[in-house]
């Protein structure tokens, strides 16, 4: 952990305290996140974000709850952040039905950590809310592409009780317990019934799972971090409309959220300098065919997803005052095949380039970060034909724009 960033103060406030506060905070975790690749939403704190995400050997923050548990054992006290990231994405179409843009308003999506460890205990403990998962995006009711996508939304809240366990000087270990509710409302002309025919599935549902990490920093220039996120099958229960066949028609449908992976190196040739490189991988080979069950007959969704590389790389210089600055880059595969694309998902390989500032004073800490990812053109072809013969074939123009703030507060 690097001293500048870190200050050792008596735990002031008990893990039933702290379940409290993060209960509270929970209420406002309900908004619609935007997709980074496929739906993942993969950025949860701004000093992360502004090293390229590539945080998971560093892990010095409360966020370590959803980078890295084992990192936990590093944070003295009681440690309190939160976090906002605001995104826009957009996607600009042009094929042979004609062209349209994708509505590209901005979203807000919070997160918030806690940790506890008592001065010179092995165990160490955190609480996260945050949303790993999301999507929200709309499309005019008369593009081209209207039986492909109209409004889609996807929200998946995750809410994390973790452990960690100092084995050694050198070497931690955690994981964590986690609660994960999930919403979906997904729309599309249906394209024979006239124009304001409409197919809609609304649905919801939760799952358990779990998370894992480990930490080995065996001098002080050197750190090495692993975690892992399980998997997620839930069951949405909610209903379908088909207008102008039927509405409200009770409806299900299970949809698979995929494990993600995560190795990271970090060298800190000086206490001012920390270098880090992450790969990251997400397997979305488990979101194949999604059947909405009704009974009037089952409707089969294609995906068939294929998992993706997250590359990061970052770089915080540190100095005297408590300030520090941060650059970074990304680079993102991604996971929509053109055989069942779907401009509900604006997926295309991404580069992000990230900056950030933050500041420490005493017990408070304070982070800014921004990135740009550019998904350059993607042409789409092969994609299936809707009823009325159009497919999404084409060239898209896809972008994401994002800010993002912390602020940290340590007992």
Request: proline fraction near 6%.
């Amino acid at each position: 952990m690097n001293p500048v960033r870190s200050s050792s103060t008596p735990a002031s406030l008990s893990p039933l305290k702290l379940s409290a506060l993060a209960s509270i905070f929970s209420l406002l975790v309900a908004t619609p996140s935007a997709s980074a690749s496929g739906t993942r939403v993969g950025f949860k704190d701004a000093f992360a974000m502004a090293r390229g995400n590539a945080f998971v050997a560093t892990a010095d923050n409360a966020s370590a709850v959803y980078y890295n548990p084992a990192g936990l054992t590093q944070l003295e006290g009681t440690q309190l952040v939160g976090n906002i990231y605001t995104v826009a994405v957009s996607s600009d179409y042009q094929g042979t039905g004609g062209s349209a843009a994708m509505d590209n308003r901005s979203h807000t999506i919070p997160a918030f950590y806690a940790s506890w460890k008592t001065q010179g205990s092995t165990w160490a403990f955190g609480l996260g809310v945050y949303a790993p998962f999301g999507l929200s995006t709309e499309w005019p009711a008369n593009s081209p592409l209207r039986t492909f996508a109209l409004k889609n939304k996807e929200t998946y809240r995750t809410f994390n009780l973790s452990g960690a366990y100092q084995i050694s000087p050198t070497l931690s270990v955690g994981g964590g317990l986690t609660y994960n509710k999930a919403t979906v409302d997904l729309s599309r002309a249906i394209g024979v019934f006239g124009p304001n025919d409409l197919f809609r599935f609304q649905g919801e549902g939760h799952a358990v799972g779990y998370t894992l990490g480990t930490l080995w920093r065996p001098d002080p220039k050197h750190s090495f971090g692993f975690s892992y996120q399980s998997h997620t099958s839930i069951k949405m229960t909610g209903t379908t409309d088909t207008i102008p066949l039927a509405s409200g028609e009770p409806s299900e449908a299970t949809f698979v959220f995929p494990e993600v992976a995560i190795i990271g190196y970090s060298y800190r040739p000086t206490p001012q300098w920390n270098f880090e490189v992450n790969v990251d991988w997400t397997n979305w080979n488990r979101f194949n065919t999604v059947t909405i069950s009704k009974a009037s007959g089952p409707v089969p969704l294609a995906f068939n997803w294929q998992s993706g590389y997250f590359y990061e790389f970052g770089a915080t210089r540190y100095f005297e005052n408590g300030l520090h600055l941060s650059a970074g880059y990304l680079y993102t595969e991604n996971s929509t095949p053109d055989a069942t694309y779907t401009p509900a998902l604006p997926d295309s390989n991404k580069s992000f380039y990230s900056l950030g500032l933050g500041y420490t004073a005493g017990n408070l800490s304070f982070d800014l970060a921004w990135h740009y990812g550019d998904g350059g053109t993607r042409t789409v072809k092969g994609s299936p034909p809707s009823l009325i013969g159009a497919t999404a074939d084409g060239t898209y123009q896809n972008s994401l724009n994002a800010y993002s703030i912390s602020a940290g507060w340590r007992f």
